[in-house]
């Protein structure tokens, strides 16, 4: 497609249970972001990965939170034993290599609700 | 580590008239900054960016932004705005070497009226 792919685009499920939720950078793309976009918190880093390897992942808020990334293209941002405040929208951002100066690309989002 | 205020959380404005959006930024490196929007239930749409060169920086949409080194600002400004300008903004800075992440203020709601 022509930009960031995001599924689910809302997902309910009750306290508890994990989620996966799923990105699809803009082909060619080597640099991808998880954001979490909260009422309480605003836009909140979560994971870099330049290609297949995360050399950030320092905005992880729990050990219950991982993600990886296949191919250098698609990303899976899971989370284990949700939390109710772990109720946000979840975004993914690409951009091309090479340097801070290509701006991120965002995906819709994910709309996570946990019960 | 970089951090940004955006001073005002909202922002009512009448339809065909001017609107800033103020933004300052903390950091003790070289830094990139940049204007994303934000409509209902989409994700964030670059509006423009600075990365050096003239600190007067024209995006789309009709709005544009200023570099302020010595006052670590970055506000946004259109002189005409339209109801369709509603929406959230999110003023955003990232650091200049490599690809780093953003980090981003906490928004301000323009709400345009008629």
């Known amino acids: 497609g022509a930009g960031v792919s995001q599924s689910p685009s809302n997902k309910v499920t009750e306290k508890g249970k994990d989620v996966e939720l799923r990105c699809d950078p803009i082909?060619?793309?080597?640099?991808l972001y998880w954001y979490r976009q909260s009422l309480g918190q605003g836009l909140e880093f979560l994971i870099y990965?330049?290609?297949?390897?995360?050399?950030?992942k320092s905005g992880l808020p729990s050990d219950r939170f991982s993600a990886e990334r296949t191919g250098g293209s698609v990303s899976t941002l899971t989370i284990q034993r949700t939390q109710q405040e772990d109720s946000a929208v979840y975004l993914c951002?690409?951009?091309?290599?090479?340097?801070?100066?290509?701006?991120?690309?965002f995906g819709d989002g994910t709309r996570l609700s946990i019960l | 580590a970089q951090s940004v205020t955006q001073l005002d959380s909202q922002v009512p404005v009448f339809e065909e008239a001017p609107v800033e959006l103020r933004c300052n930024y903390s950091s003790s490196v070289s830094v990139y900054l940049f204007w994303y929007v934000q409509y209902p239930n989409q994700g964030l749409q670059l509006l423009l960016k600075?990365?050096?060169?003239?600190?007067l920086v024209k995006g789309i949409n009709g709005f544009e932004a200023e570099f302020n080194k010595s006052q670590t600002s970055f506000h946004l400004r259109k002189p005409s705005v339209h109801i369709s300008d509603t929406a959230e903004y999110f003023c955003a800075v990232s650091g200049s070497s490599g690809n780093t992440p953003l980090v981003f203020g906490k928004g301000t709601r323009l709400s345009v009226i008629a």
């Open positions: 951002a690409s951009s091309p290599s090479g340097g801070g100066s290509l701006a991120q690309h």
């Open positions: 082909s060619g793309h080597t640099a």
């Open positions: 990965f330049q290609g297949n390897s995360a050399p950030d």
């Open positions: 600075y990365l050096s060169g003239s600190t």
